[in-house]
């Protein structure tokens, strides 16, 4: 399987390269972003674009692909709605429908966050994204809404708080993974179970925690 992975310097995109690169059936992986990942491997090479909504340039080099695994974003702290959405909604949906004109027969998986269901702006938009990519006629598909993820080793979060929080929590982890596994995941398991949605091998479209730390178990 030929991989594109959005995200790779982010915090869930990072956990999703170290599991894509270990994984026998992936041939080869091309991290597109902005800037470089500071990940050097055999399988992997980047595509670095300063601007995302600049498709034209990249597609050359998007056809012959086999699946995507979409692990940007944003935050929505200080964002309206029109704003977050620009980045959340508009540039996935462009890329996916890219990506699938380049490559009828593509599968995508697209990380979306616990509490998707919930009010909030975020929320909302978050479901417009999930409902357009169900609406594509991909091979395979699916979305996960990670809770709170413990970092596999190497993978940093950009944001203190959440720094701060893992820290804390870090000798707890064990239990509140077996305790509360509808709340908390690894980035481990994270990172298998969207390889598993493009693979097919996922039972559901919208998988939460628990259905994360059952397939990437």
């Not at 990940?39 to 990249?58: I, Q, T, W, Y």
């Not at 964002?79 to 890219?98: G, I, Q």
């Not at 929080?165 to 994270?190: C, D, M, N, V, Y």
Request: with cysteine; proline share 5%.
């Amino acid at each position: 399987m030929k991989l594109v992975l959005f995200g790779a310097t982010g915090m869930v995109g990072a956990g999703a390269l170290r599991e894509a690169l270990a994984d026998a059936d992936v041939e080869a992986v091309l991290a597109v972003g902005r800037r470089p990942c500071g990940v050097v491997h055999a399988k992997l090479r980047e595509l670095l674009l300063p601007d995302l909504f600049d498709l034209a340039a990249a597609e050359p080099q998007l056809v012959g692909q086999d699946a995507c695994i979409w692990a940007l974003g944003v935050s929505s702290v200080g964002l309206d709605e029109a704003a977050y959405a620009k980045v959340t909604e508009e540039l996935t949906l462009l890329w996916a429908r890219a990506l699938l004109r380049l490559n009828p027969d593509f599968s995508f998986c697209y990380c979306s966050g616990a509490g998707a269901d919930g009010r909030a702006m975020w929320a909302r938009v978050r479901r417009r994204v999930e409902g357009g990519l169900r609406d594509l006629p991909f091979r395979h598909a699916g979305c996960v809404r990670p809770g709170f993820i413990r970092l596999a080793p190497g993978v940093r979060s950009r944001v203190r708080l959440y720094r701060a929080l893992i820290a804390a929590l870090g000798p707890l982890f064990p239990l509140l993974l077996r305790a509360i596994p509808s709340w908390f995941t690894t980035s481990e398991r994270l990172g298998r179970a969207m390889l598993l949605v493009v693979k097919g091998r996922a039972d559901r479209f919208l998988l939460e925690s628990a259905d994360i730390n059952r397939l990437g178990a």
